[in-house]
C-alpha cells in the first residue's frame, strides 16, 4: 500500500486560500486519491477524490501532477469552521482498505 | 443525504465483557468497513466486508473481533472479551466504489 507523508500542522487565516500537500510516492496505477476532514469526536468526512490533473467540487479542488507521486488539496477561502484534520489517503480501485495516515491539523484563525 | 448510523453512539462496559458495536450502512452500497481511532491518534483500519466475507483485516483484528451481517440492513462489530486498551471511537463506514461515508461513531469505554 502506497504510504503518505503530509505536513503535521498547518496555520492559516480566515478567508485565506489554503493548500495541503500529501506525498505519496509508491502509489500504484490502480489506485486513486481520496481526501477526508475530521472534526473532533466525529467521523471523517469524505471531501473529494482524483486520479489524475484536477478535480473540483463545490468545497475543494485536488491538484495531482502527472506523476501522481503528490497531491494539493486546496481550501479556498477557509473559514472558522474548517478547523479540522485533513487526511490524504491512497487506495486501490477495489476500495478493500484504505490507511489512515497521521493527517494534518489545520488551525483557521480569526 | 444518506446517511450511515451507528448505535449506540456510547457505551461503557466492564473489562471481559462481550459488546456488539451496531450499524446501518447507507443502502445500496457494497462494502462495509470497521475503523478504530483511540484517543488523540490516527484512524485505524479494522476490516473490510464484501459479498458477505471478510475482504480484508487488519492485525488488530485479531480473534477476539468478529464482523457479520445479519440481515439485508445491519453490519455488527463485536468483540468478545473486552480490553482496556479497546477504549476508543469505533467508526463503520460504507462505499460503492467511491469514496467511504463514515458514521458517526461509538465511544467505546471499558472499565
Known amino acids: 500500500l502506497a504510504k503518505t507523508t503530509q505536513p503535521i500542522s498547518m496555520d492559516s487565516y480566515e478567508g485565506q486560500e489554503v493548500n495541503i500537500t500529501c506525498s505519496h510516492n509508491?502509489?500504484?496505477?490502480?489506485?486513486?486519491i481520496t481526501w477526508y476532514q475530521q472534526f473532533p469526536s466525529q467521523g471523517p468526512r469524505f471531501i473529494i477524490q482524483?486520479?489524475?490533473t484536477k478535480v473540483t467540487n463545490e468545497v475543494a479542488s485536488l491538484f495531482i501532477p502527472a506523476d501522481r507521486k503528490s497531491s494539493t488539496l486546496s481550501l479556498p477561502r477557509v473559514s472558522l469552521s474548517d478547523t479540522a484534520v485533513y487526511y490524504c489517503?491512497?487506495?486501490?480501485?477495489?476500495?478493500?482498505?484504505?490507511?489512515f495516515g497521521s493527517g494534518t491539523k489545520l488551525n483557521v484563525k480569526p | 443525504e444518506p446517511e450511515v448510523t451507528q448505535t449506540p453512539s456510547h457505551q461503557v462496559t466492564q473489562m471481559g465483557q462481550e459488546v456488539i458495536l451496531r450499524c446501518v450502512p447507507i443502502?445500496?452500497?457494497?462494502?462495509f468497513y470497521w475503523y478504530r481511532q483511540i484517543l488523540g491518534q490516527k484512524v485505524e483500519f479494522l476490516v473490510s466486508?464484501?459479498?458477505?466475507?471478510?475482504?480484508?483485516k487488519s492485525e488488530i483484528f485479531d480473534d477476539q473481533f468478529s464482523v457479520e451481517r445479519p440481515d439485508g440492513s445491519n453490519f455488527t462489530l463485536k468483540i468478545r472479551s473486552t480490553k482496556l486498551e479497546d477504549s476508543a471511537m469505533y467508526f463503520c463506514?460504507?462505499?460503492?466504489?467511491?469514496?467511504?461515508?463514515f458514521g458517526s461513531g461509538t465511544r467505546l469505554t471499558v472499565v
Open positions: 466486508f464484501y459479498n458477505n466475507e471478510i475482504s480484508e
Open positions: 443502502s445500496n452500497h457494497l462494502y
Open positions: 509508491n502509489i500504484a496505477t490502480n489506485d486513486y
Open positions: 482524483g486520479y489524475k
Open positions: 489517503l491512497v487506495g486501490d480501485t477495489n476500495f478493500n482498505k484504505f490507511y
Open positions: 463506514a460504507s462505499s460503492n466504489r467511491g469514496g467511504y461515508t
